[in-house]
C-alpha cells in the first residue's frame, strides 16, 4: 500500500452507553445522558498499530475531529484534504484544505479553530471526506464509524470508479452488522499495514427507529472490496435456532439472592419470557428475585440498581461470537467487572456458526482478563466449551 485514506465520524457509538441504541438524529439527547465520545480514542489506537509497522505511510485525511486529530497523534504528519468548518473566512465547508495548509504547520490551524472531539459532523462531511481522499489515488479508505458511517462510505466508492477503492472499518458505532469491519481498532491497523489482497463483502445498515422499538430490519447496502485477513469480522447472522429448553434450563435454575443482569437479544429474552418478564427486545434489563429493577437501561441506570452477587447473561451475536462490544455497550467494563458471574448462553445452531468467542470493550485490561475457555449454555442440561480469544 504506497498511501491511505482515514475519515472518522467523531460522533459514531456515543448513545450506546447511555442507552440510545445509535446516534442518528440523537446526537443532543446523547449528549444530554451523559455521553461521551468513542471514535476518537478508538481511531488512535487503530493508527498507532498501523504507525508501529508503517511510519512513513503517506496519509491523507479530514480536518480536525474527522481525523487530522487521530492522525497526527498516531505520529503521521497527514495531508488534510477536506475541512467540514472554515479555518478562515475565506475558507467553506465545500472547500477543502491544501497540504500547504495542513502540513507543514499544524499549530496554526490548531490556534485557529479547535473544537471539541463530539463537535457534530454530519453524513454529508463524511461523504465529502471520501470523496476529497479518492482524489488523491489512496489504496485504502480506513473508516472509524458504525454500519450508517460504513454506507456513507461505500456509497461514495462505488460511485467514484468501475475499480472501487478497498475501504476497512474501525468499528466505533453500536450497530456493527456488516462484514467490513475489523475485529479491534487494533486489528484495523494491523490489516491495513500488512494486507495483499482484498474481496468482496456486505455493508448493512438497519433502520435505526425500529430498531430503537425491538425490530431489527437490516438490508444489504452495499457490496465493497475489503481486505481479507482473519481479523475482518463476519456479518451478523439473525437466525439462531430454538432456544425453549434453554430457557427452561435456565429459569429453573435462578437464585433468588442474585441480581441478573440481561444483554439484548433473542436468546436472553426467551429466558426473560420464561421468567415472566416482558423483555425489551434490544436493550439490557435488570432483575432480582420476581422483581424487575430497570428495563431498558442505560449504563448509569443498571449500576444503580446493582447489589449482592450479580449474573450477567448474554448470548454471542450470531457469525460474529461477541459478547460485548458490539450492539450492548450499556454492558460498560464497569457493569462487567462488577459482575462475579457471566453466563453465556445460546443454540447449538448458532454455536455452529461461530468459530470463536470475543470481546471488545474499549478496556484493553479487561478483555485480556476475559480470555479464555467459556462454558456456553446450549440447552436444558446440555453446555459446550467455546473459547473467548
Known sequence: MESLGVVVNPIAGMGG?????????????????????????RAREALQALHRRAPELPVYTAADVMGERAVRDAGYDPVV??????????????EPATAEDSGTNPATAEESRTPPETAETTAADTRAAVEAVLEHGVDLVLFVGG?????????????ASDDPTPMLGVPAGVKIY???????PADAGRIAAEFDRVADREVNDIDEEAYREGEVRSELRAVVPVPVAPDVQSSKQVSSGNVDSLAAGFAREIDADRTYVFAPGGTVGAIERELEIDPSPLGVDVWRDGELLARDASESEILEVLEGPVTIVVSPIGGQGFLFGRGN??????????ADEIEVVASGTKLDGIDALRVDTDDRELDDELRGWMQVRTGRFTTRLVKLV
Not at 19 to 26: A, N, Q, R, W, Y
Not at 81 to 94: H, L, R
Not at 329 to 338: E, F, K, M
Request: proline share 7%.
Open 17 to 41: 452507553r447511555v442507552g440510545l441504541k445509535g446516534t442518528d438524529g440523537k446526537l443532543e439527547e446523547a449528549r444530554r445522558r451523559g455521553a461521551e465520545p468513542r471514535a476518537p480514542e
Open 81 to 94: 484534504v477536506y475541512d467540514p468548518a472554515p479555518v478562515a473566512e475565506s475558507k467553506t465547508a465545500a
Open 178 to 184: 456488516s462484514s467490513v469491519f475489523a475485529v479491534t
Open 329 to 338: 455497550h450499556q454492558l460498560s467494563p464497569a457493569v462487567i467487572r462488577r
Open 147 to 159: 454500519d450508517g458511517t460504513a454506507v456513507d462510505v461505500a456509497r461514495v466508492i462505488e460511485e
